[in-house]
């Protein structure tokens, strides 16, 4: 028996076209969850450059606070340090470093102060903010 396709045209004429629109829809979907995606993406790259930049800021607040603890001809003390810095450079822009100091007992040397600089840095950008805290030691 052979088969013959040309005897019923009109029986196989709509199957093209729900097969196109099946493509359609399934390629948006695959367009939609990729476009998601990139979005989700984006967002987490911003927030990983903002802690990066409160890292930065953190740590150049405790450099100027030991730059200001350590004076070249003077004695150390925490009331030299100031408590905050706000930065206007290109990089560390819009983010700030509270500074605190405390001199605390030195478990090697008694007679030598030991100072602890906490430096909390923050930098906000749009609706994103962040912080890191480094803490420091010095003698």
Same mark, same amino acid.
């Given at each position: 028996?052979?088969?013959?396709?040309?005897?019923?045209?009109?029986?196989?004429?709509?199957?093209?076209?729900?097969?196109?629109?099946?493509?359609?829809?399934?390629?948006?979907?695959?367009?939609?969850?990729?476009?998601?995606?990139?979005?989700?993406?984006?967002? +987490?790259? #911003?927030?990983e450059v903002q802690g990066n930049r409160a890292f930065n %800021?953190?740590? *150049?607040? &405790? =450099?100027?606070?030991l730059a200001q603890l350590f004076p070249v001809n003077n004695?150390?003390?925490?009331?030299?340090?100031?408590? +905050?810095? #706000?930065?206007?450079?290109?990089?560390?822009?819009?983010?700030? %470093?509270?500074? *605190?100091? &405390? =001199?605390?007992?030195?478990?090697?040397?008694?007679?030598?102060?030991?100072?602890?600089?906490?430096?909390?840095?923050?930098?906000?950008?749009?609706?994103?903010?962040?912080?890191?805290?480094?803490?420091?030691?010095?003698?």
């Amino acid at each position: 028996m052979c088969l013959n396709l040309r005897s019923n045209p009109k029986a196989n004429r709509g199957s093209s076209l729900v097969m196109a629109l099946f493509i359609i829809v399934l390629m948006s979907a695959l367009l939609l969850a990729l476009g998601r995606q990139l979005i989700s993406s984006s967002k +987490s790259v #911003s927030i990983e450059v903002q802690g990066n930049r409160a890292f930065n %800021a953190a740590q *150049s607040g &405790l =450099q100027l606070g030991l730059a200001q603890l350590f004076p070249v001809n003077n004695t150390a003390s925490c009331t030299a340090v100031a408590a +905050s810095f #706000s930065f206007s450079q290109a990089g560390l822009q819009s983010c700030q %470093a509270n500074l *605190s100091c &405390l =001199q605390v007992a030195n478990p090697d040397d008694a007679t030598r102060p030991l100072y602890r600089l906490t430096s909390s840095g923050s930098c906000h950008a749009g609706d994103v903010q962040s912080s890191r805290v480094l803490v420091m030691e010095a003698y």
